[in-house]
């Protein structure tokens, strides 16, 4: 049976530098953080104020406006980046009308699902009664519901669910939609994931867990991946979406084609909740795994887009597993930390990232690590983009995701050629 390969036909996003691909991209290029003081909701008593925050959004002309008053964020972000995705894929209404839509499905998760919905759920029935509680609340806050009312407004038929692996989601449902493109059971597929953890439930759990960096004096610099002044991970929050579409189902419609999706895998620590094996072993393995699926050689890939969170464990760990991985071809290799910008996204991390790599890929540039003063001694012999661009025409590029419970995730990306 003829391989069946797997394309990137379309991308869309949130982020707390917008919703347009390009001027995200490029705000990564010149190297800016999207990280501000929190102001939706009292935090003078919290240890840690700031985030990457999505201000101001408005669902515009994407969603239904009754529909978005009652979804939480995470659906509305989802949504929107879901629909513009879509456009970017050429698939307009006359398009989507050509579609066998009993074929067509969609994976979008979310580690934490409806957060501000859920604790405001709460907070009705403590001072009002359970009366006053919306007929919604379940729907608003389940996380395949993203999901779940996309394919319903596309009238999608095919594979409909969701994965939550804490922040290794994103990179699991983009595996999950490879596979189900590979095994012929779908010819398109929109998949990614989406996070609106910005509550006071969500940056409590988070600070109670000590997990976040308190540089509250200069939130710009506190997401400082490898660095040895580094003091936790920088919440953020958004989505990221990719259109997987079978190659020849995708060239019959004379699709643009910005990248193929080569391989993936995941697999567990079983080690620790939050923690990972700090050798970086099972990792190693993931990668190796992913690589194997993709069918190429590994000296083939140049370029990482790391997990890398600015956590004291996790990102050394990861910087093991690569040199375990890779051994004396590191030195070829370049390395970045989209989340010296955005901060961690958390489940829509992987999406979002993996827009990041594609467009390494389609513009041969790498966004730079910013805040990266003083490196960890064991980046030796990585080049982690230290707050400078690189240039780099991308042969082959590895997105890691991992995510507490041991959730570990990685793609592999390419440039498209017949």
């Known amino acids: 049976m003829k391989e069946r390969r797997v394309v990137i036909t379309g991308m869309g996003l949130v982020t707390c530098f917008g919703s347009d691909v390009d001027s995200f991209y490029n705000s990564l290029l010149e190297g800016k953080s999207g990280i501000t003081p929190i102001t939706d909701f009292d935090v003078s008593d919290y240890t840690t104020r700031f985030a990457g925050i999505i201000k101001d959004f408005d669902v515009g002309e994407f969603?239904?406006?009754?529909?978005?008053?009652?979804a939480d964020p995470f659906i509305r972000y989802a949504y929107v980046a879901s629909m513009k995705a879509l456009l970017m894929a050429k698939l307009d209404e006359e398009a989507k009308n050509l579609l066998d839509r009993s074929r067509c499905g969609v994976i979008i998760g979310s580690g934490m699902g409806g957060m501000k919905s859920f604790s405001d759920g709460v907070e009705t029935i403590l001072k009002e009664g359970y009366r006053r509680l919306t007929p919604f609340f379940v729907p608003i806050i389940i996380t395949n519901m993203a999901g779940a009312l996309v394919g319903i407004d596309l009238g999608f038929q095919g594979p409909n669910f969701s994965i939550s692996t804490a922040c290794a989601t994103s990179n699991y449902c983009i595996n999950a939609a490879l596979e189900q493109i590979r095994m012929g059971k779908s010819d398109l597929m929109i998949t990614g994931g989406t996070e609106a953890p910005m509550s006071q439930i969500g940056l409590a759990g988070f600070v109670q867990a000590k997990a976040l960096s308190t540089r509250n004096e200069d939130p710009a610099k506190a997401s400082r991946p490898w660095d040895k002044s580094r003091d936790g991970f920088v919440m953020g929050e958004g989505a990221g979406v990719l259109i997987l579409e079978e190659l020849e189902h995708a060239k019959k419609r004379n699709a643009p084609i910005f990248a193929e999706l080569k391989g993936a895998a995941t697999n567990c620590d079983a080690f620790h909740m939050t923690e990972p094996r700090e050798d970086g072993s099972i990792v190693a393995e993931c990668i190796e795994l992913a690589i194997k699926d993709a069918g190429i050689d590994k000296e083939r890939i140049n370029?990482?887009?790391?997990?890398?969170?600015?956590?004291?464990?996790?990102?050394?760990?990861e910087v093991r597993a690569i040199k375990k991985v890779f051994g004396p071809h590191i030195k070829n290799i370049k390395m970045n930390s989209t989340k010296s910008m955005t901060g961690h996204c958390l489940g829509a991390a992987g999406g979002i990232e993996a827009i990041a790599s594609i467009k390494a890929i389609n513009t041969k540039k790498l966004h730079p690590t910013i805040n990266l003063q003083q490196p960890e001694e064991e980046l030796e012999s990585l080049d982690p983009c230290a707050n400078k661009v690189k240039d780099l025409d991308v042969t082959a590029a590895i997105s890691c995701s991992f995510g507490f419970g041991g959730h570990n995730s990685v793609i592999v990306?390419?440039?498209?050629?017949?």
């Open 63 to 70: 969603m239904p406006k009754k529909m978005a008053r009652r």
């Open 303 to 317: 370029y990482i887009n790391a997990h890398a969170t600015s956590t004291k464990a996790g990102d050394l760990c």
């Open 413 to 418: 990306l390419v440039p498209y050629k017949e």
